[in-house]
């Protein structure tokens, strides 16, 4: 099966600190994604890549960026966290070939003070 | 962009009836549509993917159908159990590996 890891499953972090949540996956898929989820506005896509350092902006960017070293671990980035970015934060991985699944892991839910 | 409407009410059935949820776009019909479930406080996991050239598929007591004339999907879940409660999100392919997700309709199964 699958494994999708994130690195913390609660945090808590103060306004204008740089938050870090990691992501790592074992089945060697190519594409990764960072999610947000917010009651009512289901998920949202923030970044995704299908390559070792390629990233591609997703529906709401502003406020983050990512980093792809190693093709199982995928990185969100807050830069400068706001409390509006208190949130659930899903990781996800799929293969890059045909009509596949995507496989996530279990969430973060962060909050900002 | 796609947009994707699931009911937000939750839906409460019996225990033994089929559940029955709806997954409605409004743009493109997409190549496939996928069905995951969600518990509290965990990631969706993958049910079944339909293509759209399929009508219907099946997988134990689930069943999806994909009518791309009505731009809706249809997501059966037969003999309920109190443990299908969950949340159920529908997504579409998007193109480029990208899928976009359903707010999700939450299901209530009573005993």
């Known amino acids: 099966d699958v494994k999708v890891t994130q690195s913390s499953r609660y945090l808590v972090k103060r306004t204008g600190e740089k938050v870090f949540l990691e992501c790592v996956q074992d089945m060697d898929h190519e594409n990764m994604f960072w999610y947000r989820q917010d009651p009512g506005l289901g998920l949202r896509l923030i970044y995704f890549?299908?390559?070792?350092?390629?990233?591609e902006k997703g529906d709401i960017p502003e406020g983050y960026s990512v980093s792809r070293e190693k093709k199982e671990r995928f990185s969100l980035i807050l830069e400068s966290a706001s409390t509006n970015q208190t949130s659930m934060y899903l990781c996800?991985?799929?293969?890059?070939?045909?009509?596949?699944?995507?496989?996530f892991g279990d969430g973060t839910r962060l909050s900002i003070l | 962009s796609q947009k994707i409407e699931q009911n937000s009410e939750a839906l409460n059935i019996q225990e033994g009836k089929t559940a029955t949820l709806t997954c409605n776009y409004t743009?493109?019909?997409?190549?496939?549509l996928q069905w995951y479930r969600q518990d509290p406080g965990r990631g969706p996991v993958f049910l079944l993917l339909?293509?759209?050239?399929?009508k219907e598929k099946r997988k134990e007591r689930l069943k999806v159908t994909f009518d791309t004339t009505l731009k809706q999907s249809l997501f059966h879940i037969t003999a309920s159990q109190p443990a299908d409660s969950a949340t159920y999100l529908c997504a579409l392919d998007e193109g480029f590996q990208k899928l976009v997700f359903g707010t999700g309709t939450r299901l209530l199964v009573s005993p």
């Open positions: 339909i293509r759209e050239n399929e």
């Open positions: 743009n493109y019909s997409p190549a496939y």
């Open positions: 890549s299908y390559d070792v350092k390629m990233k």
């Open positions: 996800a991985s799929r293969s890059g070939t045909g009509f596949q699944a995507q496989h």
